[in-house]
């Protein structure tokens, strides 16, 4: 894309009222637009790298066979009668609405309820099961406080996956793979090694919850961590009980602040019992289905990604989920403009994705703005290096250039890509 | 994909209260559910027709230079006020609901405050305009009615893009150029024929709007359209006023009920106007922007493919759209069933989109479904053919079946998803 014709802009003036870092970031570098507190819209750097993202998650959860579709945001009543779950004592976070008629619909938080009776249409026998869904969809939640930029959105953007089974062995096979899934979407975002699976409070259904917890100073989540188990436990069940029940010792741990990136929930048949959501068995016999929850929030991680990655010239996005592999600049005459224009539409013709800073504005700007938006490399183009054929590239964390031809620029950007 | 393990399920029971013939077959085939009149969710076939319409219409946008990106769904009462589209007299159909704090917010039926809001802020000079940003997301609509299936929803998926111009030639000619991507997006899904350039109120704003009036029995309009000149006047502005105008006459239009798949509204400076949106010009002197907005209903298009493209036995999708190229049935011994095997393996991994009815039911049943789903082509293999390695392959709207070897199937099925 040629930044003098982008819907971009960086910016050095953010609102005082923005405190979260991952925001002030984002929004300087022209990716993000506060809307209200807890409410931002994607600029299109932004959302490229919101569907990078995306795009990661949804290969690993088709890669367990689960199948995408997209559920509605809007929620009758009904349907969240029969678990409780409308009443806002029990779930304070609904935005609630209503038809013309008067009818009480709410936003959708989450969609166990409306998934299950769905799943009670499909899947009605025990031949259909088991089976795995997932959509990545927009949730709403009227969170009192909103203060955490994109990393707690009352509007964000959610991977919420359901898995129904005929028993708890292949509700517990699932649930397996999937942590396995979790953190190889984890890996390839670049926050493997910061994240831990947490042992979190289990609520009415079972033990424990799993969530997955990345270290972040900004994070809302108090962990205690084994780093050599690569276990942790959230403060919620820290207790004694809960250590020894896990092998872990209160003196091999450390206290961390985390962001929950990604949870799941077992709720084993209570659902299905509370809705009256049953599978006939092979013995003709109708049984309550199994279900277990898996979510990503992926607006989040990409909000946690920002506050974990930068410095203080900007954001540094992993290759794999960067809006651009490449920002090119040139500095010079005539000769030097016609080959960045033919660099340009090569990378581009390869699928390369570049930000070309074609804007007639300093040379200074564009090297901050480079820095600001977190682009993975720098190519910059002068009369020598015109003349010469060779590049100047510099990775964003690197200090000083390296000098390469068209060859190793091409073989250096798509092989990037693939990664 | 194999329909033994996907979360589809065809169904001839269909709630007494679904009145549309869209939503009707859409239900039956597995593709949609209904969650309350008015919203509904797609099921992975669905949502694979959804995203095949979504790609076409995202190509067709993109090659205008237009740039995607994604606004929020909450809408702050503040954006809305100074054009007085928060008013429910001048609006009626907002979905409205507050924050904890009792700050008021509605869910974005159109984009068009914020969208200038915006703009106010990323182009501020002459040097960023003139630009057209584009997204594809749900809209919330409290319709009074809601009958039309999916043809008139209260959540729906709209492509909505907003032009922002320097002055109003640049305005023109964008306009100009989206009626002819309009009508490649009708073309592409199947539509082009039926569809014709209507002129109809224009609002407040300008002497008309214009609209993408597609013929449909079930369409909510009525216009009166010249076939020879391939226009059409809305009957809101069918007046001999406007048909002198316009160089129509009366005598040679003819009646006809449609339903609006796209729209066209020219703003000029009236709403940068109302809201203080300027950009610096050349000489220095602020100046309001041109707004120009272009809907195009991405569910509704396939809520009047469903609508037009049927008989009785179900559905038939354009290959465009359908959210497979091939249905394969198996009849037959071990030989067969290993044969098709190999036959789906093959052209998965060509890419080819194929629904495998891998399900332990009576082949007459497969032989409904696959016309129940409208996939363009069935493919038949028993004994005979896997003894003979050529497959039976019909078009879903042909009476009889060719036979063609692998070779031809590959040719066939290949160029078919090119189209």
Redesign the interface.
Known sequence: ?RL??????T?KTISADEQSLNAKLLIQA?FI?K??AG??????L??RV?ENIKQIVREEMNAL?A??????????QE?WQATGRWDDELVDIW???E??NG?N?G?GWSHEE?MLL??G????SY??LP?A?YQMQ?K?R???RSKSGIMRG??FLMKDMYHFARNLEELEAFYTRVQEAYFKVFERVGLKKLTFLTYASGGAFTDFSHEFQCLAESGEDTIYIDRSKKLAVNEEVYTDEVLNSLGLKKEELEQAKASEIGNIFNFKTTKAEQMGICFTDEQGRRQPMFLSSYGIGVSRLMGVIAELFNDDKGLIFPLSVAPATIYMIAIGGKETIKVSEKLYNTLTERGVAVIYDDR?VRPGEKFADADLMGIPYRVVLNDSTSASGRYEVKGRTESEPKHMDLKALIELSTSAMVK
């Not at 249409?121 to 009605?124: G, I, N, S, Y």
């Open positions: 894309m003098s014709q982008s819907f971009a802009r910016t022209g637009h809307e209200m409410v931002y819209s994607y600029l299109p932004g959302y919101l066979g199948q995408e579709l997209a559920m509605s945001a809007l929620q009758p349907n935005f609630k609405t038809l013309k009818q619909i936003l409306p769905l799943a249409k499909v899947a009605q031949r259909d089976i869904v927009n709403f009227n969170e009192l009352r509007e007639a």
